[in-house]
């Protein structure tokens, strides 16, 4: 289990960033809780037109856009996988696949 | 999940025509999408289906898909659908319409194939405006909406297309939104698998064109739209009018059984062939 360090917390301050900020952190930290599945999100950059629509609705935020406007994966390890960007993609651009024991994420290629 | 990524490599023609002419977000796209997981679910090998589009953006669809597919002439999708079922009724016919194909150069097609009660599924795609032509105003802009043709507001009062076919006489209607694509799926699914003339509207968006002139936001703010204005007709029930202001029900809006035109036909050919039999 991950120890939060409280001296990094008292860091972030009080704003109301702070919370989601260490959530984030528990999410993304290697040693998530055992037996959380994990889903990686890929992109299909040939047919991704970058219109926004994963970026913006992703419920958890694991989908951002660059300065161009292309979407990228940002923290997989915060995916659900509940698959809305996948269904909502008109140009057939993502898909969200469960990850593999032991593989590690897609985005340290 | 990844599972409808597979359907990607199943129902679409993937190696030949993507990615697609579609502007960036659009909304043919989901509905595309939709198509292909309600399809699957019905079970329908591809051969069993025909899908017959007409013209604007939305016919483009009939290109994507390996199905028996038809890209017919404006306003006439149903007319050619119509032919078909008729000469071939095992057929599953799915007809891909635009709000001004459907409504305002095949309006009379639609209404007429509604009453008549053929075994067809129609899917009418409705974002408000014609987008390929240039952005004219449609049968279904809503009144006061600025378009390349009504630089002053629309004066004309808008279609309701559900309403419209459920008047004609069709056995089933729906209405769902893009933004809701699951329940989309679901809706298309039902609609295929109704015996009967079964229309689905779907609420789309055309930013390009309809959001743009009337400063609606681009593809993400409009889905947003369609978010806070689509009620689901269980919840609609419990709400005044005042509250549905501005707001439209999507979900099954009617389903009945009528008699379907073709066993009707059978009837007729056995009566007419019983007829001849008779010894004069």
Redesign the interface.
Same mark, same amino acid.
């Given at each position: 289990m991950p120890h939060e360090n409280p001296l990094e917390e008292k860091k972030g301050g009080p704003d109301q960033g702070t919370q989601a900020a260490s959530e984030r952190e528990d999410a993304s930290s290697p040693a998530s809780p055992a037996g959380r599945k994990c889903y990686d999100i890929d992109i299909f950059r /040939?047919?991704c037109?970058?219109?926004?629509?994963c970026a913006?609705?992703c419920p958890r935020d694991c989908i951002e856009l660059d300065q161009d406007g292309s979407p990228f994966v940002k923290d997989p390890d915060r995916c659900t +996988?509940c +698959?809305w960007c996948?269904?909502?993609?008109? /140009?057939?651009?993502i898909?969200?696949?469960?990850r593999k024991a032991g593989k590690p994420s897609a985005q340290e290629d | 999940m990844a599972e409808d990524t597979k359907l990607v490599y199943k129902y679409l023609r993937h190696d030949k025509k993507f990615p697609h002419v579609w502007c960036p977000g659009c909304g043919n796209g989901i509905l595309l999408g939709a198509l292909i997981r309600a399809i699957d679910r019905t079970g329908l090998e591809k051969d069993e289906i025909a899908l017959v589009s007409g013209i604007g953006c939305s016919g483009r669809l009939s290109v994507y898909v390996d199905f028996n597919t038809v890209h017919a002439t404006h306003g006439r999708a149903l007319t050619f659908a119509t032919g078909i079922k008729l000469a071939k009724p095992k057929l599953h016919v799915i007809v891909i319409m635009g709000d001004g194909d459907a409504t305002s150069i095949g309006g009379n097609h639609f209404i007429h194939a509604a009453r008549r009660n053929l075994n067809l599924t129609a899917i009418v795609v409705n974002n408000n405006i014609y987008g390929m032509t240039g952005g004219q105003y449609s049968p279904t802009t809503p009144y006061g909406a600025l378009s390349t043709t009504s630089l002053y507001g629309n004066i004309e009062q808008a279609f309701s297309i559900a309403e419209l076919a459920g008047m004609a006489g069709a056995s089933m209607v729906a209405r769902g939104t893009v933004y809701h694509a699951s329940l989309l799926d679901e809706l298309i699914e039902k609609a295929i698998l109704k015996r009967g003339f079964s229309v689905v509207e779907v609420i789309s968006h055309c930013h390009t064109q309809y959001g743009r002139k009337n400063k609606l936001g681009g593809a993400v703010e409009m889905l947003r739209w369609q978010k806070d204005s689509a009620v689901r007709l269980e919840k609609a029930r419990s709400l005044s009018q005042e509250e549905m202001e501005g707001k439209f029900t999507i979900g099954v809006l009617v389903d009945r059984d009528l008699p379907v035109y073709t066993q009707e036909y059978r009837k007729v050919r056995e009566a007419a062939k019983k007829m001849m039999a008779r010894p004069s």
């Open positions: /040939d047919w037109k970058s219109c926004g629509i913006a609705f +996988g +698959g996948e269904l909502h993609c008109p /140009d057939f651009a898909s969200v696949r469960a | -």
